[in-house]
């Protein structure tokens, strides 16, 4: 079946605008995750979905940093007034549960000029 | 609080020799456990997981791991590495305590050497 799919692949923006990424889980999937990974770095933890459940923010940056997903399906990250430190890849994961493997999308790359 | 810890952030061997990445937990009871690989240019793929049952569990690739709980670690091993294997590793622990969190490690990025 598909996998995870993510949009745009690439996004250049100027600072102090407004993006908004998009991820499309697996199907059927309940639990889905946002990442950053920066240049050489590790993945860091932004937000998860667990079904209905309220979302677990702890790990957004900042106030600038939000997400949304509407019910198990898609989920948009939106980054505002961008900053050049925001520049990354944003990767988004699903899975069938909690705990269980996580599937991965091919990511965003965001270079904020 | 709950953490994983890579302690290789490089590691190079020549190709043909064993591997194994070193990933230690910080957690009381007995989390879930995974691998990831992200190779060049590509997303991130399971290697394999461990929950229950026999501590030694084979993954794609010819990659095994093993739990070992007295040690609070899970190594990935690799009796005999090819050129392809170099890429970023991640271990990542998945657990409850309270609330959910599934926790990656900073990665170790292998390099293979003809």
């Known amino acids: 079946g598909a996998g995870v799919s993510q949009s745009p692949s690439n996004k250049v923006t100027e600072k102090g605008k407004d993006v908004e990424l998009r991820c499309d889980p697996i199907s059927g999937h309940t639990a889905l995750y946002w990442y950053r990974q920066r240049l050489g770095q590790g993945l860091e933890f932004l937000i998860y979905f667990q079904g209905n459940s309220a979302p677990d923010k702890s790990g957004l940056p900042s106030d600038r940093f939000s997400a949304e997903r509407t019910g198990e399906s898609v989920s948009t990250l939106t980054i505002q007034r961008t900053q050049q430190e925001d520049s990354a890849v944003y990767l988004c994961?699903?899975?069938?549960?909690?705990?269980?493997?996580?599937?991965f999308g091919p990511g965003t790359r965001l270079t904020v000029t | 609080a709950q953490s994983v810890t890579q302690p290789d952030i490089h590691i190079t061997v020549s190709e043909g020799a064993s591997l194994e990445l070193r990933c230690n937990y910080s957690?009381?009871?007995?989390?879930?456990l995974f691998w990831y690989v992200q190779s060049p240019g590509q997303g991130l793929q399971l290697l394999l997981k461990?929950?229950?049952?026999?501590?030694l569990v084979q993954g794609i690739k010819g990659f095994e791991a093993e739990f070992k709980r007295s040690q609070s670690s899970f190594n990935l091993r690799k009796p005999s590495v090819h050129w392809s294997d170099a890429a970023e590793y991640f271990c990542a622990v998945g657990h409850t305590s309270g609330t959910y969190k599934y926790i990656f490690g900073t990665g170790t990025r292998l390099k293979v050497l003809a």
């Open positions: 461990y929950f229950s049952g026999d501590t």
């Open positions: 957690y009381g009871a007995t989390p879930y």
């Open positions: 994961a699903s899975s069938l549960d909690a705990l269980y493997e996580q599937y």
